[in-house]
């Protein structure tokens, strides 16, 4: 059974986001989940799928939390 291909493209760009430390990129990519959630283009499954790789991300990887603790301490921007 094939995948829904907007899920695949969102796992893509979330995957991308993770390995970026991108904060910017990470929400983006929720904001896109919860726009086609609302289109009916993904299954609640689905979207909480996407949110696991967004936003609970960025609230329990470790690596994460300490690349953006690093960057508030050195005054850099989130990105």
């Known amino acids: 059974m094939?995948?829904?291909?907007?899920?695949e493209q969102l796992k893509r760009e979330a995957l991308y986001a993770q390995c970026s430390f991108s904060t910017e990129l990470l929400y983006q990519?929720?904001?896109?989940?919860?726009?086609?959630?609302?289109?009916?283009?993904?299954?609640?499954?689905e979207f909480m799928e996407?949110?696991?790789?967004?936003?609970?991300?960025m609230n329990t990887d470790r690596e994460y939390i300490r690349n953006c603790n690093r960057n508030y301490r050195e005054g850099r921007a989130l990105t």
């Open 50 to 57: 996407i949110n696991h790789m967004t936003v609970y991300f």
């Open 29 to 45: 990519t929720y904001g896109k989940a919860q726009m086609a959630r609302q289109l009916e283009a993904l299954t609640k499954s």
């Open 2 to 7: 094939n995948e829904n291909p907007i899920l």
